[in-house]
């Protein structure tokens, strides 16, 4: 992964400003959700709230990515599609928002709990809460790739949950996606070692059963294999020499997550 960009001063300044919107818009989301809401409503909600700042959401025909915000129920892994289902009580969901401001991306999700979770709603949510806040306390300037996944898997397996390989963190620019690849898995002390400037998402998906997922025929909607439930949370962060900046976060906690 020769081709990892460093940040100059004045890029991440621009991608604090993307990534602030996408956060800003997020603790929003949070305060909107509730049960017998459809996905649908989410999106026209990250829609408008995006366009209102003058910005733009860079899911939207994200090659062929029919919505503005990514809203992932249950066994959903990832990239679910908004559509006319309406959240129910004990559901939980994971909204992701990406927004582009001056050209710059700023990535972020969480998950939300619509009414009274299950007891493995609630674990599966909290463990990768927690493993996203491990691995954001590895990252400084000459720590290792492998170093943030394996806080990640350390801490899902040892509570009893599996971590997603087909979907990773990736660094993030006047690009959605760039290098480097950012696997939630791996050996301490091995992978790219990282340098001031790098700017990448970290994004745990953390399921409650196996690790693997299959793409519905929609092309996008993720799945557990085995239905089981998957939670995830995601954060934009620069590099610095000695930790790091999250630049998605928030300015308060999140309604249905953080705190319940
Ligand atoms: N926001 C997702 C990520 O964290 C990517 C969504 S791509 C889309 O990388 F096309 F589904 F929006
Ligand atoms: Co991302
Ligand atoms: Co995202």
Redesign the pocket.
């Known amino acids: 992964m020769a081709s990892v960009e460093l940040k100059s001063q004045k890029e991440i300044d621009q991608l604090r400003v993307a990534c602030q919107m996408a956060a800003d818009t997020l603790l929003r989301v949070g305060d909107l959700l509730r049960a017998g809401m459809t996905t649908d409503e989410i999106d026209r909600f990250v829609h408008e709230d995006t366009v209102r700042r003058g910005a733009r959401p860079a899911?939207l025909n994200?090659?062929g990515?029919p919505k503005s915000v990514?809203t992932s129920i249950n066994e959903v892994v990832?990239?679910g599609i908004p559509g006319p289902r309406r959240l129910a009580d004990g559901d939980i969901v994971n909204v992701?928002v990406?927004t582009v401001a001056q050209g710059f991306h700023g990535?972020t999700?969480a998950t939300f709990y619509i009414g009274k979770p299950s007891a493995k709603a609630r674990h599966v949510t909290e463990v990768a809460r927690k493993s996203l806040d491990l691995a954001i306390a590895e990252v400084r300037e000459g720590a290792r790739l492998g170093d943030i996944g394996a806080a990640i898997q350390g801490y899902a397996e040892g509570n009893g949950c599996s971590v997603v390989r087909a979907f990773v963190g990736?660094g993030i620019g006047r690009r959605f996606?760039e290098p480097p690849q950012v696997a939630h898995y791996g050996v301490r002390g091995a992978g790219l070692r990282l340098k001031a400037g790098m700017v990448f998402?970290i994004?745990p998906m953390i399921n409650v059963g196996d690790y693997e997922v299959d793409v519905l025929d929609d092309g996008?909607t993720a799945v557990t294999r085995d239905g089981s439930l998957s939670a995830q949370f995601?954060h934009t962060i620069v590099v610095t020499r000695d930790g790091c900046e999250v630049l998605t976060a928030r300015e308060r906690p999140l309604a249905l997550s953080e705190g319940l």
Do not use: K, R
């Open positions: 899911p994200y090659h990515f990514c990832c990239h992701d990406t990535d999700s990736h996606h998402t994004e996008w995601e």
